[in-house]
T-cell receptor, first 114, second 108 residues
């Protein structure tokens, strides 16, 4: 297993467009997390899944954001009607109870909204 | 509320030891973690400590945990230029909290 992967690595879009990001976790990991990171800040939690169930969502996750993990494997994060303030790095991580809940991070998707 | 604080910058000479500090408010986390982030990359787990331990050593890394003062530190011995990065402390209770990160700069 090569670790957590994210696609695309970079995305430039115009304000008002919709974007979708994909995350493929480590295969045996049942938990998957999405974070947003802006320049000079630590990651801010957005949401997390245990298998296919979305168990928690941050207040940061506005109505324009939606995340899915339909088969309990890969996940998608969609942002509708993007705004310039959505520009950030979007990080995905996965974990399993057997690894002391250690989160393994993907390389991130950097979004720039013009 | 939950809060994790770190100093923003640390500059050290190559070969010296680095100590990165973190203070936190919520002590209910089972584990506390240190992550490293290089420019443009995701976070890489460096080490973690179980909350009932005081110290953990892993090669050049030493983690110290003072639960009474809610203080966590990461010591890097013989710091190398490749250690230059941002270091985050993290704990996971019912909230998943990362510190603001400490930028470590190593100069020759």
């Amino acid at each position: 297993d090569t670790g957590v992967s994210q696609d695309p690595r970079h995305k430039i879009t115009k304000r008002g467009q919709n974007v979708t990001f994909r995350c493929d976790p480590i295969s045996e990991h049942n938990r998957l997390y999405w974070y947003r990171q802006t320049l000079g800040q630590g990651p801010e939690f957005l949401t997390y899944f245990q298998n296919e169930a979305q168990l928690e969502k941050s207040r940061l996750l506005s109505d324009r954001f939606s995340a899915e993990r339909p088969k309990g494997s890969f996940s998608t994060l969609e942002i509708q009607r993007t705004e310039q303030g959505d520009s950030a790095m979007y990080l995905c991580a996965s974990s399993t109870r057997q690894s002391q809940e250690t989160q393994y991070f993907g390389p991130g998707t950097r979004l720039l909204v013009l | 509320g939950e809060d994790v604080e770190q100093s923003l910058f640390l500059s050290v000479r190559e070969g010296d030891s680095s100590v990165i500090n973190c203070t936190y408010t919520d002590s209910s986390s089972t584990y506390l973690y240190w992550y490293k982030q290089e420019p443009g990359a995701g976070l890489q787990l460096l080490t973690y400590i179980f909350s009932n331990m005081d110290m953990k050593q892993d090669q050049r890394l030493t983690v110290l945990l003072n639960k009474k003062d809610k203080h966590l530190s990461l010591r890097i011995a013989d710091t190398q230029t490749g250690d230059s990065a941002i270091y985050f402390c993290h704990y996971n209770t019912d909230k998943l909290i990362f510190g603001t990160g400490t930028r470590l700069q190593v100069f020759p």
